[in-house]
């Protein structure tokens, strides 16, 4: 479906990096949050069943300050977000509440077919969608990519390294909320990079895209695009070099946030 699109940084600013990607808005109900539970250990890096083990956080995470509580996070992620992007680009595009929480539902959401738009990090993108042609023979019109641009600018922006050591450093925040979610024995970094791969995963079609209109909302006229998972059909959606610009953010953070990666 087509309706307004939603930003996700979804650590889109952290993600999408993860960097960031892109939302839809779903008409289906809000996804309800899990009853809040006590916070267990963050899982250690040994611990069977990870798969992708959190890095050290290195001398950056060392001399932020200590981890505030879920509840009191928000300005003082936000802060460090305004350090590593702008104050700007925080104020445009990050909502001011519950970031983390969102943050974690949002991303956990884009490899499934809809989103929770109730629960998204991040205003609307500026501007309404355009198709080109009749409700018959439409295509995806090339003027809606450009209102990406500027969510776009904003992650390349960005230095995924020290987003990385951001992520790390907040992530006991990160997994408190994955866990109260309802993944009680889930390890989030885990799903975070699943996600990513999922996203660096979606297609480049032929452009320009056909699109339907079986209701109000446009969907892809090809059956194999519009069953593709909400996030890798937002990325297409941003056009081909949105795409890739988010795509190739994605890869750096990927690299910042897996134990793998700290070979040098």
């Known amino acids: 479906m087509f309706n307004k699109p939603i930003v996700g940084v979804a650590v889109l600013i952290f993600l999408l990096a993860a960097g960031g990607v892109y939302y839809l ?25 990870i798969a992708h083990p959190l890095p050290p956080g290195g001398t950056d995470a060392a001399a932020m300050a200590p981890v505030p509580p879920l509840a009191e996070s928000d300005i003082p992620l936000r802060d460090s977000l305004a350090e590593i992007s702008s104050p700007e680009a925080v104020k445009n595009f990050l909502t001011p509440q519950d970031v983390i929480r969102k943050l974690v539902v ?68 990160f997994q408190e909320s994955y866990q109260n979610l309802g993944y009680p024995n889930g390890y989030f970094n885990d799903r975070l990079v ?23 909302m446009y969907a892809f006229a090809d059956p194999a695009l519009e069953s593709r998972s909400a996030g890798q059909k937002l990325l297409i959606r ?26 040098h």
Do not use: C
């Open 25 to 49: 808005r779903s008409r289906n109900p809000p996804i309800p949050e899990a009853p809040s539970a006590p916070l267990a250990p963050v899982p250690s890096a040994a611990e069977q069943g």
């Open 106 to 173: 949002t991303i956990d959401n884009l490899p499934r077919q809809k989103v929770a738009v109730e629960k998204r990090p991040t205003g609307p993108v500026a501007g309404n969608f355009a198709a080109d042609g009749d409700e018959l023979h439409a295509t995806l019109d090339k003027s809606n990519f450009d209102r990406y641009k500027p969510m776009v600018a904003a992650i390349e922006h960005m230095d995924m390294k020290q987003l990385g050591a951001l992520y790390i450093h907040y992530y006991p925040l």
């Open 238 to 263: 941003m056009g081909p070099e949105n795409s890739k610009a988010i795509k190739a953010k994605l890869a750096e953070l990927k690299a910042a946030i897996t134990a793998g990666a700290l070979k």
């Open 194 to 216: 699943e996600v990513i791969d999922n996203l660096l995963a979606a297609p480049e079609p032929k452009q320009p895209i056909q699109l339907v209109r079986p209701n109000v």
